[in-house]
């Protein structure tokens, strides 16, 4: 079961301009941690439930943002291979 994910970079920072909101006006809606909006936006690992907050404050869908080529990857060394 995935517990983390990560954020394209790219597409996170494109969402939280497109906001015109600041890092912890976006942390206030989501109610969540500023560190939280900080985490995503350098691509970082966070909690699924919180990441799916902040993509709920932000108005975009958890699916377009998630970096499915870096979880993958992380599975691999989680199960032992490399």
């Known amino acids: 079961m995935i517990k983390l994910v990560c954020a394209k970079v790219q597409v996170i920072i494109s969402a939280m301009v ?3 909101m ?10 969540v941690s500023v560190n ?4 995503m936006r350098r691509g970082y690992f966070v909690k699924l439930e919180r990441f799916g907050r902040v993509c ?5 869908e958890p699916e377009d943002v998630i970096d499915y080529e870096r979880l993958e990857g992380q599975q691999v ?3 032992g291979v490399v």
């Open 56 to 60: 709920k404050a932000l108005c975009i």
């Open 77 to 79: 060394k989680a199960d």
């Open 36 to 39: 939280i909006v900080y985490r």
């Open 22 to 31: 600041t890092p912890q006006e976006i942390a206030d809606k989501a109610g």
């Open 18 to 20: 497109k906001s015109c």
